[in-house]
């Protein structure tokens, strides 16, 4: 039997992570089909045939797939899926849309966020926003998971020759249909793949302080901006920035904790980062547990003179 990796793309680009689902897909050593869902796939599907490991990429390509929807991926997948003894991608909100709507149509188990595959149906998962490490043995015939990108080392983009094929596509789901997308324009580097991170909570105390203290240092440093959950629902930092258990996960080289407590459901999102650096005056923050470096000091004096110190 072979392996599908579902593919996160926007069209023009394959989000890194999952080119680290294609390396956990390896692990069962069979061969490893990677699909891609949208329109005019052609570029993608060739940068994406010479990715070691990849013996197969399969285009799902329609008018109606353009934007596609969770419901129209999950029929997608239900339809190709007797080929297939694994489905995988990377856990992100793209994935944790769409495989539990497929795992729910196939009667099968959705195995989420898996940290480590130990066997061909054996996997280590966490739980309480990554406090407890669950080993789950899943006996269905077809297993379905989203796997913790950080834990797996990125396929290399070359030495692979995968066939390419297009597929067809199940009619277009009516109940639900796309209106439009919006999306946020910065010149900061994505959040989730960004190499520097500086992120800011509720300490930050305004919209405007988040900005004017934050924004200088990931300027200088070429750093995303990251917050959380208590900066965004205080309307400090708009959605798309969280970081954490119900935000985006991320595992930069490099992430700044500026007045964050350390709270379990935030490190969730930020503590396989290389190396943290947290800025809190309360010297007892949780937040320090899990720093490299640690800053006690108030972050409206620490963080313009860390910002005027680099050059
Ligand atoms: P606080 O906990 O209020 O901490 C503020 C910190 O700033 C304190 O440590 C304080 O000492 C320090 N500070 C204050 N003033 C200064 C100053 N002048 N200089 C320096 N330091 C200062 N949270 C997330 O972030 N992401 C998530 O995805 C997420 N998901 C959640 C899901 C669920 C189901 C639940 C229940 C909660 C979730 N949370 C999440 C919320 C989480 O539990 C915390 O409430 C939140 O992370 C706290 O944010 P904070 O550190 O900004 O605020």
């Known amino acids: 039997m072979n392996i599908l990796v579902l593919a996160e793309h926007d069209g023009q680009q394959l989000n890194p992570s999952s080119l680290q689902a294609i390396t956990a897909a390896q692990f069962w050593q069979a061969p490893v089909h990677v699909l891609l869902v949208g329109s005019a ?13 990849v013996t197969k990429v399969i285009k799902a390509e329609a008018a109606h797939l353009e934007n596609p929807l969770a419901e129209d991926i999950a029929n997608l997948l239900v339809s190709i899926s007797s080929e297939y003894s694994v489905i995988l991608a990377a856990h992100t909100s793209f994935s944790r849309n769409t495989l ?51 834990h797996f080392i990125a396929a290399t983009t070359q030495g692979g020759s995968a066939d390419i094929s297009a597929i067809d596509v199940p009619a277009p789901f009516t109940q ?40 200088p240092l990931a300027a200088k440093l070429g750093a995303a901006i990251g917050a959380t959950r208590a900066a965004v629902d205080a309307g400090y930092a708009a ?36 190396i ?29 003179a860390i910002t005027a110190a680099i050059q």
């Open 176 to 215: 639900t249909r796309w209106i439009s997308t919006k999306q946020t324009q910065s010149d900061r580097p994505a959040l989730s793949s960004a190499k520097v991170v500086v992120s800011g909570g509720r300490s930050l105390g305004s919209a405007e302080n988040f900005e004017q203290v934050l924004a």
């Open 276 to 304: 943290v650096v947290a800025i809190n005056q309360d010297p007892d923050a949780p937040i320090f547990q899990i720093a490299d470096y640690g800053l006690v000091g108030d972050l409206f004096d620490t963080i313009p």
């Open 100 to 150: 539990p709507r497929a795992a729910a149509l196939l009667d099968v188990a959705m195995i989420s966020d898996v940290l480590e595959i130990q066997a061909e149906n054996c996997y280590v998962r966490s739980i309480y926003a990554g406090n407890i490490l669950t080993h789950i043995q899943s006996q269905d015939a077809l297993q379905v998971l989203t796997v913790h990108s950080s």
């Open 41 to 53: 796939l052609d570029t993608i599907a060739s940068s994406l045939a010479t990715v070691s490991g």
């Open 239 to 274: 959605n798309e920035l969280q970081v954490g258990q119900t935000g985006i996960v991320v595992a930069p080289d490099l992430y700044i904790a500026v007045g964050i407590s350390g709270a379990v459901q935030h490190t969730y999102g930020m503590k396989d980062s290389r």
